[in-house]
């Protein structure tokens, strides 16, 4: 008789008491087996971390977290604090979830007479060519009544505590509002030695162009406190685009929704406490700018959300609004307190640790089923600031990113080969090797994580 049908048969006689030792015995070797595949694989990290010249040459922290059995299976300075950069809009994500409607609210309005009054949100999709196509454009286009905006009683400062002062005119540091429009950036069109094609076309005056003194610089640059801009005499090539950040007053406002709409908008210039802005206008679903502000790492969006969340909470439009309100409501349980400063992560103030951004995930998976954030967060190899790394037949990582200079986190999910969801947050900061090989690093110890978890 064959063996392996003599073993079945003898498998088949065992009592029921026996075959349920036998299988317990069985169990408890598969776990025994995978606890030390764990160990070993941790043994190898910490080797890594400890005799790696490349993070010898900074400071890193890590924290791999299963949710399953609650327990925490690798740390490594977890509970340091680091400059998370773009990991930041975690926070904002789950700012977003907790306290924003389903669709978002754009516009506060009043009829009053012949008047129509409307006041922002701080709702980014008006003519934003990064989003599906806003409500608020037809609304105020079709009305029949005359349109006034009514600016905020408080204006956030454009510019967040703790960003970089010179990066003003580059489009990553889009300022603040409560009205965005076209997305907050002036983009240029350059062919050739001609002059550039300017979006909104009510700005194209104030571009200017200057003699090449630095015949290599291509980019256009806008003066601080205004919106004239000037660019070299310097041949871009057939197309080359940039986007310059408006510098944004009332005034703008008015002029860029008149120019768009092609109808007169006026600024409410009389006293608002006789106003009551009991009408509300929706315009974009909220997973829309979840996604955009996650794949891509936008920061204007960032900023405007929390903006959002702090008129919801409140009357006014500030970003420590909802900051504070959501550390002291909904960010008690943390392991470690979060140094949070503002949306998008330009903030070098900002300071969290990996074991609280694993925290914050496992929160924010509470809200949205992981099987819908991972349609939101960049996938490794395939999508977002991911695209390029983490590459293997199926994604095993869906996360987000974080970069500023000497500064690197990835914090997400890491789908292991047992079939395991894990939390990971992987940070480093002051380093000084380029941070591609640093990534390259990253992908090793991950890479092992998923093999041997």
């Known amino acids: ?31 025994g087996t995978s606890c030390s595949s764990i160990k070993r694989t941790n043994r190898k990290i910490e080797k890594q971390f400890n005799e790696s010249a490349i993070f010898q040459k900074g400071f890193a922290g890590l924290a791999v977290y299963d949710p399953e059995e609650d327990k925490m299976l690798y740390e490594h300075n977890s509970g340091k604090y680091f400059t998370p950069a773009s990991n930041t809009k975690l926070f904002t994500l789950y700012t977003g979830l907790v306290i924003l409607e389903d669709s978002l ?15 922002g949100t701080g709702d980014p999709s008006l003519l934003n060519p990064d989003l599906p196509e806003s409500k608020i ?24 505590p703790g960003w970089a002062w010179d990066d003003y005119d580059s489009y990553y540091s889009a300022e603040k509002i409560d009205l965005p429009i076209y997305g907050n950036l002036i983009q240029l069109t350059f062919s050739g030695n001609n ?13 200017q162009q200057v003699a090449a003194f630095f015949p290599e610089n291509k980019y256009a640059q806008r003066e601080l406190s205004s919106n004239k801009i000037t660019y070299q005499a310097y041949d871009r090539g057939e197309k080359w685009t940039q986007q310059v950040p408006f510098k944004f007053s009332e005034e703008l406002i008015a ?12 600024i409410y210039k009389d006293e608002m406490k006789d106003l009551e802005f009991d009408k509300t206008l929706y315009s974009i679903p909220s997973d829309s700018i979840y996604k955009r502000m996650m794949q891509v790492s936008d920061n204007f969006i960032a900023e405007q959300i929390l903006l959002m969340a702090a008129g919801k909470i409140s009357d006014t439009l500030k970003t420590n609004i909802a900051i504070k309100h959501m550390k002291e409501k909904h960010l008690q349980d943390l392991p470690d307190e979060p140094m949070w400063i503002d949306g998008s992560g330009l903030s070098r103030y900002n300071l969290f640790t990996p074991r609280t951004m694993v925290k914050l ?12 954030l991972f349609q939101i967060l960049a ?29 690197h986190s990835l914090s997400g999910f890491l789908l292991t080969q047992s079939g395991k969801t894990l939390i990971f ?6 380093y000084t090797v380029p941070t591609y090989d640093l990534k390259k690093a990253m992908v090793r110890i991950l890479g092992q994580i998923r093999d041997n978890y």
């Open 195 to 207: 002059a550039p094609k300017v979006s909104p076309e009510i700005l194209q005056d104030s571009v």
């Open 425 to 430: 947050s992987f940070m480093n900061s002051n």
């Open 1 to 31: 008789m064959n063996n392996k049908l003599s073993h079945f048969g003898l498998l088949l006689d065992l009592t029921p008491s026996v075959f349920i030792r036998i299988s317990a015995f069985l169990t408890i070797l598969l776990l």
């Open 379 to 407: 996938a490794g190899g395939e999508s977002g600031t991911l695209k390029n790394y983490y590459h293997a037949e199926t994604p095993y990582i869906y996360a987000k990113t974080g970069t500023l200079r000497n500064n």
């Open 137 to 160: 454009y037809n609304f105020l286009k079709q009305s029949p009544y005359q349109l006034f905006y009514a600016p905020p009683k408080y204006q956030e400062k454009s510019l967040g």
């Open 105 to 119: 609210k754009a516009l506060e309005y009043s009829i009053k007479g012949d008047s129509l009054i409307f006041k």
């Open 361 to 372: 995930i496992e929160k924010i998976e509470a809200k949205k089923p992981k099987e819908e």
């Open 255 to 266: 002029s860029l929704l008149t120019d768009t709409l092609k109808k007169p908008v006026a």
